[in-house]
């Protein structure tokens, strides 16, 4: 007794209760918010049950009514159990259909909800996690989430009805019969108790089984170029059945495990269902019980011995439920981006149309987590109207400090504002980034047409406002040569199109974005040197008060800039022409 007492104990000190129960209470404000839902489909599900014990009495009293024991009342209890089945039928079906209706629906509003908070998490955070498992915690494990939340208090309650009514049956027929259909009891218990931290491990292995096998194809996919143009394609599905050699393993390691449990429960089963058969036969030879009781008592110690196992199997259940809670708790509990700064960021924005905005680092420092500093005590201003540009050998921090502008990654020292003559100065966080547009290196086009992927900057932009920023972009010369024009698909990717021309589409929708101050990370790396001073020069006229910061390595960007900053080394420093010149010959 001792002993089980200080296990549980040091399990309590552990916190593994404590991280169950609070996973279990996550998941409760989910069951608080759909608890009208979860009544019906309890409802549904306690009434398949109470019908399921009805049949069996009905049953009783067909079996004792053809035997001649009550043969006045045949027809009557015939009726009774057909009108029983019959009715079972029409609840499972409107009972599935509804069920169906009711758990899409919850599934479907929980996900959506994880997946927004999972957006609204604080980037810097999110960015530690691979893609795939992201992708696997909100497919995955939310789907088992809800089904919990769906399913679980409906399962326990069927089963506590089928439990709980087999039980009073049996007491009021045969009190020892019930006793021994219960007999079973004490060692499934025990049986389950001791599998249940094996079980545990198998699953949490299994759920990061997944988020791996998710992340393989997410990367593989994403990464087919690279992989055709390297003849990786033999190496790939190599790994590929390397992975799922992998899963296949384990499962039949867990298949093992569960295999052996499953036979032993079954065993101590079987051995109780001999006994009660053997009881109810002995009873009825004895001539103290008719044959209808004795296929009621048959009946119902079946469904006394399976409930039990039921509510044995509610635990692992439980357990599955938990630690996918846990998983995406462990997302949801990141950081938030703080929103309290949006409306201040937003009334910046209506007077920007007026007075531009100005974009200042003063002494900052940033580290990423405990890494050496990118870069100490920088300073950095650019004005509205202004060009400047950011240059400085690779790794050295131009889009560190874009993302720091951004607000996605937050200075550990020092101050980063942006400021505006009538509403003064704000920090730069997530409610300043209404201020910018930002086109990262690499693509972000996605798929769908080129009106579409406008849009997502600004919903309702007028066909005429599309081709006008697509001018300024100097995109509109090879779009209108299109057979469809604006809606043309740019396929996933942007594949349809060079490099060139997804560059100035990306920074035709930054454009419709109309943000004061525009980011530039090598947005223009792919044009060719008349066509980035032409594009550059279109923003300017068009925007007069916008803001550009351009991360730059070549001179025709670099001679357009009012200002150049060099990054290296971890400081930040205006350069003039002569040392852009001297940097531009030694890189
Ligand atoms: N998420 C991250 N976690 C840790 N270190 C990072 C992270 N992102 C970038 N770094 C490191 O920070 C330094 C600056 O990176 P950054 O991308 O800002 O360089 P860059 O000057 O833009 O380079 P390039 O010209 O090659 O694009 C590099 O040493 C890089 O390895």
């Known amino acids: 007794m001792f002993k089980v007492l200080k296990h549980y104990y040091s399990r309590i000190k552990e916190g593994r209760l404590e991280e169950f129960i609070s996973q279990w209470l996550w998941m409760g404000s989910y069951i608080k918010r759909y608890w009208f839902l979860i009544a019906i489909y309890t409802f549904l599900g306690a009434s398949g049950s109470a019908l399921g014990l009805g049949t069996s009495m009905v049953s009783r009293n067909l079996i004792d009514a053809v035997t001649g024991q009550n043969s006045d009342n045949i027809v009557s209890v015939a009726c009774l159990y057909v009108g029983v089945g019959v009715s079972m039928l029409f609840i499972n079906a409107f009972k599935t259909r509804l069920s169906l209706k009711i758990s899409l629906k919850v599934n479907n509003e929980i996900r959506s909800d994880i997946f927004s908070q999972i957006l609204s998490t604080d980037w810097e955070s999110l960015s530690k996690y691979r893609t795939g498992d992201l992708m696997y915690r909100i497919n995955g494990d939310t789907m088992s989430v809800s089904n919990a939340v769906l399913t679980y208090i409906p399962n326990i309650v069927s089963v506590f009805i089928t439990?709980?009514?087999?039980?009073?049956?049996?007491?009021?027929n045969d009190a020892i019969m019930a006793f021994i259909a219960l007999a079973g009891a004490p060692i499934s218990f025990i049986s389950t108790r001791f599998s249940m931290r094996k079980m545990r491990e198998y699953q949490r292995k299994q759920l990061e089984l997944q988020s791996n096998k998710t992340t393989f194809n997410q990367e593989t996919l994403q990464n087919m170029q690279m992989i055709k143009a390297f003849g990786l394609v033999d190496y790939f599905i190599s790994e590929y059945k390397a992975v799922q050699e992998q899963s296949v393993e384990f499962?039949?390691?867990?298949?093992?495990?569960?295999?052996?449990m499953t036979v032993f429960t079954g065993f101590v089963g079987q051995l109780i269902g001999y006994a009660c058969y053997g009881y109810a036969v002995y009873r009825l030879w004895q001539g103290s019980v008719s044959y209808g009781t004795m296929t009621l008592f048959v009946s119902m110690s079946s469904s006394l011995r399976g409930s039990f196992s039921s509510v044995l199997n509610l635990l692992p259940t439980a357990m599955r439920a938990s630690l996918s809670a846990g998983r995406i708790m462990e997302i949801t509990s990141l950081p938030r981006e703080s929103i309290e700064d949006e409306e201040k960021g937003k009334t910046m924005l209506k007077e920007a149309v007026k007075t531009g905005i100005t974009v200042e680092l003063q002494d900052v420092s940033f580290a990423y987590g405990k890494n050496p500093p990118v870069f100490t005590k920088a300073n950095l201003r650019a004005g509205s109207g202004e060009i400047v540009g950011l240059i400085?050998?690779?790794?050295e921090g131009k889009t560190t400090t874009?993302?720091?502008?951004?607000?996605?990654?937050?200075?550990?020292?020092g101050r980063a504002i942006v400021s505006n003559p009538t509403v003064g100065s704000m920090s730069l966080s997530s409610g300043t980034r209404c201020l910018f547009s930002y086109i990262p290196q690499g693509n972000t086009l996605f798929s769908g047409t080129i009106a579409e992927n406008m849009r997502m900057l600004k919903p309702d932009a007028t066909k005429e406002e599309i081709i006008e920023v697509l001018k300024v972009a100097d995109a509109y010369r090879f779009i209108e040569s299109l057979d469809k024009g604006i809606d043309t698909d740019v396929f996933e990717g942007g594949n349809r199109f060079s490099e060139g021309q997804k560059q100035r589409l990306s920074i035709a929708r930054a454009l419709l974005h109309n943000a004061p101050i525009l980011l530039l990370d090598e947005a223009t790396s792919a044009?060719?040197?008349?066509?980035?001073?032409?594009?550059l020069k279109n923003i300017l006229s068009y925007r007069p008060l916008q803001t550009i910061i351009v991360t730059a390595h070549r001179p025709s960007v670099l001679s357009m800039c009012d200002r150049v900053y060099k990054i290296q080394s971890g400081h930040i420093e205006e350069v003039n022409e002569e040392q852009i010149q001297t940097f531009l010959e030694e890189g």
């Open 163 to 172: 439990f709980g009514g087999a039980f009073v049956v049996m007491l009021q």
């Open 527 to 535: 044009l060719d040197m008349a066509t980035e001073k032409r594009v």
């Open 251 to 260: 499962a039949m390691t867990q298949n093992k495990f569960q295999s052996r």
């Open 392 to 395: 400085g050998p690779s790794g």
């Open 402 to 413: 874009l993302r720091i502008l951004l607000g996605l990654y937050h200075c550990a020292a």
